[in-house]
């Protein structure tokens, strides 16, 4: 009797195993699961959008720049152009690029600066947000940032025009909002990201 | 940087191509892998050789021209108007004099800084150079992506890929000199960006 009441508790057991062994066997692995957030964000098109559950059900590829930015930043972004192009189908992916500049990187100049990069893809979308928002989101991210003045031998709490020091990056979350991967933005080779891309829709 | 990029890469598991499954491949893998090691190294250590301050072009380089300045294969990243754009280029230095680059200027353009990027523990950040660059004699500098630029500031107008801007290049000894840039989301082919 006792023998036969153990089965039940193995099996659960087994069971449990199986499905702790599921969840750590994803590949890419899940680093982030980005349920509990939800972030108030505009569009380049002034439309309000909610990340990252606005985009739920698609793979996103998820840059952060700053307008102001003349070298790193636009990096990351023609990285970002190399990955789309090198997919052999961009059904399921959407591309978003979010600044920390959000007090300069209004949505209309978003829209201008996506423009002027040849970005016209409907699922590809610059975004900016309030202040505190856009803090909070790229903290969760991982993403830091820190602003340095414009002019070198100014004083470093300077609130002139600024130029900031950032992370450089590119995140991938999965359909279910979860992160899978995080690169660096401006020098990985498309093809990495490319493949795990194709690991997470297969 | 290498050491850079592989801490950010993601981590894979399984071996590649190179990597023999069973006892019997071990010595394969073993030469194969430092045949890749010795490859490595040979690639590191020219790489290490070719930055600039080099008067002797490797073979895929524009050879220095002689008792002359030139720039070969300007271009210029887009940008919103209010922005900031990056001019990447190399300037041959072939004469036995030393020049400075004093100022970039074009009608768009408010005024320039020339910076180099860097990696501050994987925060990237721009370190001005100064206010001009100085190009020694018999010399090939180069501005490239993720590194030296001039940085083109608070633009009148927008830069829009596919499109091209004349920019006068102002030289303490050879003068203004005037180029065509083209304006690019990314390098040319012969670039080193990714």
Known sequence: MTRFAAFPLLAAFVLAGLGAGCSQTLDPPVQDDLDDTEYTLTTHDSTAVTFPDGYSGDVLVVGYVYTQCPDVCPMITANMKKIRAALESTDGVRFVTITFDPERDTPSRLHTYRAAYGIDAPTWDFLTGRPETIDQLMKRMGVRTSRTSTNPNAPADTTDTYFINHTDQITLIDARGRVRGEYMGSRTPPKYIVEDIQKIRS | ?194
């Open chain 2, 1 to 194: 940087m290498i050491d850079a990029l592989s801490k950010r890469l993601p981590v894979r598991s399984g071996g590649g191509p190179w990597q023999g499954s069973g006892g019997g491949s071990w010595a394969v893998s073993w030469a194969v892998s430092w045949g890749v090691a010795l490859s490595l190294s040979a690639v590191l250590l020219l790489a290490g050789c070719t930055g600039d301050d080099s008067g002797d072009a490797p073979p895929d380089e524009t050879p220095l021209p002689s008792s002359k300045l030139d720039v070969d294969q300007p271009w210029v990243r887009p940008a919103a108007p209010g922005g900031n754009s990056a001019l990447y280029m190399t300037i041959l230095n072939g004469t036995s004099t030393p020049d400075t680059l004093l100022d970039v200027t074009a009608p768009v353009i408010d005024s320039i800084q020339i910076h180099q990027t860097v990696d501050s523990a994987g925060t990237m950040r721009m370190q001005p150079l100064g206010e001009t660059l100085p190009l020694p004699p018999k010399t090939r500098v180069t501005l490239e992506p993720g590194a030296k630029h001039v940085m083109l500031m608070n633009l009148s107008q927008p830069l829009t890929d596919g499109e091209s801007i004349v920019l006068d290049l102002d030289f303490a000894q050879k003068g203004l000199l005037r180029v065509r840039a083209p304006i690019r989301v990314e390098a040319p082919p012969s670039g080193r960006e990714s």
